[in-house]
């Protein structure tokens, strides 16, 4: 009698994949693990754990007394309280506007017409663009440092250029009140210009040349060719550089320490510069982390923008 056949493997039996193979695919796991672990760790503890203990130290009463005696008293919302009570915060809130709306304007002004001006080909073209990026190279403290001596009421070099073509009236751009936040807009526009122009410029690179000989056999002028083809096709650069703008400049804080540290009379005072008077001059770490996390809070606004418009850039 011939023997039945053995029943067939069942169906899990069949698709499960060999012992070797599930080695190796956990092998090739702790591979990954094993590489994203610096990383992870480096984003926790220099990120992370600052971000919670800031969050936690703006409901407490944090102050030098803590280092010695290790208590920190629950607060809840009072330093909240205090630092939008203020009559500092009202003037640092406008001032951060200014500032903000104020650097935007002219870092991106400029950035697009240099952009447009470099995307011809003339001679020292590339030079010109590498030296244009000199200001965003420099660390802001250096930059700071050199802008406060040439902005200098009495020995500042631009105040002595004045003083060279015969104007005798010399304005102190760093300490007066009208004009003290007018200069750190201006320094901070000279550096963020390269940003700016480095973006737009990558942009405009992007764009077919073939459009633009054909605009020009339409008859199309130069502003028409700007407003009918350039801008179109560059907008969702244009929205990602304009946030990225707004997220690195309302944090500005070095800057403004290192040509004005808020003054005179707070005319130069942001949210950035109060929140690091309040906690590194006053030592009060409370109201100081307070006020530096409503700061993160406009600049998770922004952040949130940005993923937008990059995300509707990339779909475009």
Do not use: C
């Amino acid at each position: 009698m011939r023997q039945a056949d053995p029943p067939p493997p069942s169906i899990v039996e069949a698709a499960a994949p060999p012992r070797f193979w599930q080695a190796y695919r956990f092998q090739h796991r702790a591979v990954q693990v094993l590489f994203l672990a610096p990383a992870v760790i480096y984003m926790v503890a220099f990120f992370g754990y600052p971000i919670v203990k800031n969050f936690l130290m703006a409901f407490q009463e944090y102050t030098t007394r803590t280092f010695y005696t290790g208590e920190a008293p629950w607060v809840g919302f009072a330093n909240y309280s205090e630092v939008v009570s203020s009559p500092v915060f009202s003037k640092a809130m406008l001032n951060t506007v200014l500032f903000t709306v104020g650097s935007i304007a002219g870092q991106f002004a400029i950035g697009l017409a240099l952009a447009v001006f470099f995307r011809r080909h003339f001679p020292l073209n590339g030079v010109l663009r590498s030296l244009m990026l000199v200001p965003w190279l420099i660390p802001l403290i250096v930059s700071s440092a050199v802008w406060r001596w040439i902005l200098d009421k009495d020995n500042g070099a631009l105040n002595r250029f004045l003083a060279a073509i015969g104007v005798t009236d010399h304005p102190g751009w760093l300490t007066s009140t009208s004009l003290a936040l007018v200069a750190v807009i201006l320094v901070n526009i000279w550096i963020g210009v390269p940003f700016n122009l480095t973006i737009l410029y990558g942009g405009l690179q992007d764009i077919p040349r073939d459009l633009y000989e054909a605009a020009a056999l339409d008859g199309a002028s130069g502003w028409q060719r700007f407003r009918y083809l350039t801008w179109p096709l560059l907008r969702p650069v244009v929205s990602v550089v304009l946030v990225l703008g707004v997220v690195y400049t309302i944090k500005v804080l070095d800057l403004i320490l290192g040509l004005t540290g808020g003054g005179p009379a707070n005319a130069s005072q942001t949210i950035a510069t109060q929140s690091y008077r309040l906690s590194f001059t006053e030592f009060d770490f409370g109201q100081g982390a307070a006020l530096s996390n409503i700061l993160i809070a406009i600049s998770l606004v922004f952040a949130i923008l940005y993923l937008r418009a990059n995300r509707r850039a990339v779909d475009e």
